[in-house]
């Protein structure tokens, strides 16, 4: 079992940056792949982005490839979601996930385990 907990939401302007950071407690991280998801006000829980077991690949939803970056310090069991060129359409609340799992998963319903989630504001 494993506990997320996100951190470094806040409010940022159209064109800034954000890097979201999520910690794990508990055992085996290394055996997770991890995702990031968001939830905006009205709207389903959609998928941002993964990333396997040892960090060398990685899966993005269109609308933020070539905007946001994951990555994952297993020597921290933390993830990591680097965002820049952030749109007033990327304002929602940020989850993290894990499961334990060979493959990258991009489904909500694939992962079983979540984070309480952090705001992120983008103005205009």
């Known amino acids: 079992q494993v506990q997320l907990v996100e951190s470094g939401g806040g409010l940022v302007q159209a064109g800034g940056s954000l890097r979201l950071s999520c910690a794990a407690s508990?055992?085996?991280?290394?055996?997770?792949?991890l995702g990031w998801f968001r939830q905006a006000p009205g709207k389903e829980r959609e998928f941002v982005a993964a990333?396997?077991?040892?960090?060398?690949?990685?899966n993005y939803a269109d609308s933020v490839k070539g905007r946001f970056t994951i990555s994952r310090d297993n020597a921290k069991n933390t993830v990591y979601l680097q965002m820049n060129s952030l749109k007033p359409e990327d304002t929602a609340v940020f989850y993290c996930?894990?499961?334990?799992?060979?493959?990258?998963?991009?489904?909500?319903?694939?992962?079983?385990?979540w984070g309480q989630g952090t705001q992120v504001t983008v103005s205009s």
């Open positions: 508990g055992r085996a991280f290394s055996m997770y792949v």
């Open positions: 990333v396997s077991r040892d960090g060398d690949s990685t």
């Open positions: 996930a894990a499961r334990v799992s060979w493959q990258l998963l991009s489904g909500v319903g694939e992962y079983n385990y």
